[in-house]
């Protein structure tokens, strides 16, 4: 399936990222194999993937953690190195990066958000707490802004972490596995606000294996397997055939060869929790 999108929407400017034949090696295992995929402004894509497909690669790459063996990323319109410096990227790890028995409030957490406005050094004025508290009750939690990072549901953890994305006011939004351990409502709240941000131009990009939360929240999905097997809208990418094809796609070694794979027939469903 081929891209039929615009490279640059004159009203909401470059897409997000943009990777190109990209290649990443890691260690032994090609994560990645020439892949080119647009995360278009305004949108919700979904990188979907079984365990080991490359979508935790793909993201690193855009935050310039990997280093590609071959072809080109940009961010924002820009080398990724100068989109970081903006300070107009927002990222959310897979795992989560809190340590709970730091002591650092909620509030504490998403203020870290308001650094590109405050720099290292200054205090937080009055415009930064307004932009805090306003984050953190539109995914629900201004009740607790006062409590420890550590006294927090895992749920709420992340959806702190959304509101620190939220209190950035950042053009691009990495999440890596969002959803793991949420519940519906957070999972309700979370969705809700990811699509006020696209709907102002902003651009997320998020990694999923949970092919029930797509539905509901891509605007195009991008199906991975170390290479880009489909792209487009959910109803076009989402099909038994397409994910069978995804599913038949092993990771490859660096070498090429095919990894070693199960014969027992299983449903797309259990293949990709
Ligand atoms: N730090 C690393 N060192 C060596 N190999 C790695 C490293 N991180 C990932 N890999 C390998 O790269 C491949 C892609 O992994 P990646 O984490 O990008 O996949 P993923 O789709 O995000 O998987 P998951 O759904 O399990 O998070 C896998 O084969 C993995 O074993």
């Known amino acids: 399936m081929t891209e039929q999108r615009l490279p640059y929407s004159p009203h909401l400017g470059p897409p997000g990222a943009v990777v190109t034949d990209l290649t990443v090696d890691r260690g032994n295992v090609r994560a990645l194999d020439s892949v080119s995929l647009t995360a278009a402004a305004g949108e919700i894509t979904v990188l979907l993937g079984p365990n080991g497909s490359g979508k935790s690669t793909l993201l690193e790459s855009l935050l310039g953690l990997v280093t590609p063996t071959a072809g080109t990323v940009r961010v924002l319109g820009q080398p990724v190195r100068k989109a970081l410096r903006s300070g107009r990227v927002a990222a959310v790890p897979q795992k989560d990066a809190i340590d709970e028995r730091f002591p650092i409030t909620a509030a504490e957490v998403v203020m870290q958000g308001r650094r590109r406005f405050t720099g290292p050094w200054r205090r937080p004025s009055a415009t930064d707490r307004d932009a805090v508290a306003a984050a953190l009750t539109r995914v629900g939690l201004d009740a607790v802004a006062s409590r420890g990072i550590g006294e927090l549901?895992?749920?709420?953890?992340?959806?702190?972490?959304?509101?620190?994305?939220?209190?950035?006011?950042?053009?691009?939004?990495?999440?890596?596995?969002?959803?793991?351990?949420?519940?519906?409502?957070?999972?309700?709240?979370?969705?809700?606000?990811?699509?006020?941000?696209?709907?102002?131009?902003?651009?997320?990009?998020?990694?999923?294996?949970?092919?029930?939360?797509?539905?509901?929240?891509?605007?195009s999905v991008a199906l991975l397997n170390g290479r880009?097997?489909?792209?487009?809208?959910?109803?076009?990418?989402?099909?038994?055939?397409?994910?069978?094809?995804?599913?038949?796609?092993?990771?490859?070694?660096?070498?090429?060869?095919?990894?070693?794979?199960?014969?027992?027939?299983?449903?797309?469903?259990?293949?990709l929790s």
Request: charged share 25%; aromatic share 2%; net charge negative.
């Open 228 to 271: 880009l097997v489909a792209h487009g809208p959910v109803a076009e990418t989402t099909t038994p055939q397409i994910l069978s094809t995804l599913l038949g796609a092993r990771p490859r070694t660096v070498d090429d060869t095919p990894a070693a794979s199960g014969s027992a027939p299983i449903t797309a469903e259990e293949a």
């Open 153 to 219: 549901s895992g749920g709420q953890r992340r959806r702190v972490l959304l509101a620190r994305c939220l209190a950035q006011e950042a053009d691009l939004l990495l999440l890596d596995e969002p959803f793991n351990g949420m519940d519906a409502g957070s999972e309700e709240v979370y969705i809700d606000v990811l699509r006020e941000l696209t709907a102002a131009g902003r651009t997320a990009l998020i990694s999923t294996h949970h092919l029930t939360t797509v539905d509901r929240l891509a605007d």
